[in-house]
């Protein structure tokens, strides 16, 4: 008789364990499901759409920011880099959205993105790469009806 309270002793402790882990799991699957919400819904916003094709258009060498114009001088193939890299002939670049997070007029956007700068023979002079695993963090402050990146944090 003490061996089977014992038994179902041990077998009530491990359910209530599982219990718990499942609850915890269930937990870290709702907030993850809201973030993502909350960056498809984010994502949707023209304001946001267009701060991000803006990033783009900087990545792809049509929007140029010499070096102290501002945090979107690192992804600009400015002047700086046409001196060092003057074979440059094409820019390949990819950039990833893994969150948005928006609070009133300042949010930021976690971010992966990869830039090459090529030269004619396709050879890679020089790029670039964050990965979502550890994104770039842009600071974002909304200025009139606009959004801009006020300040890159990125891994080392």
Do not use: C
Not at 47 to 54: A, G, Y
Not at 109 to 114: E, M, N
């Amino acid at each position: 008789m003490k061996i089977a309270i014992v038994v179902l002793s041990i077998a009530l402790l491990i359910m209530l364990a599982l219990f718990v882990n499942l609850r915890a799991q269930y937990r870290v699957y709702q907030e993850a499901k809201r973030t993502l919400q909350h960056t498809v819904e984010a994502l949707q916003r023209d304001d946001i759409r267009n701060l991000i094709e803006h990033v783009e258009r900087v990545m792809a060498g049509e929007i140029v920011y010499e070096r102290g114009d501002g945090p979107l001088s690192r992804y600009s193939y400015n002047e700086d880099a046409r001196n060092s890299f003057p074979t440059m002939y094409r820019i390949e670049f990819e950039v990833i959205i893994g969150e948005i997070s928006l609070d009133g007029d300042r949010g930021e956007i976690r971010a992966g993105y990869s830039i090459r700068y090529l030269d004619s023979s396709g050879r890679m002079l020089m790029g670039g790469m964050v990965s979502l695993a550890m994104p770039a963090i842009w600071m974002i402050e909304r200025h009139g009806e606009d959004w801009i990146i006020v300040e890159i944090n990125e891994p080392p």
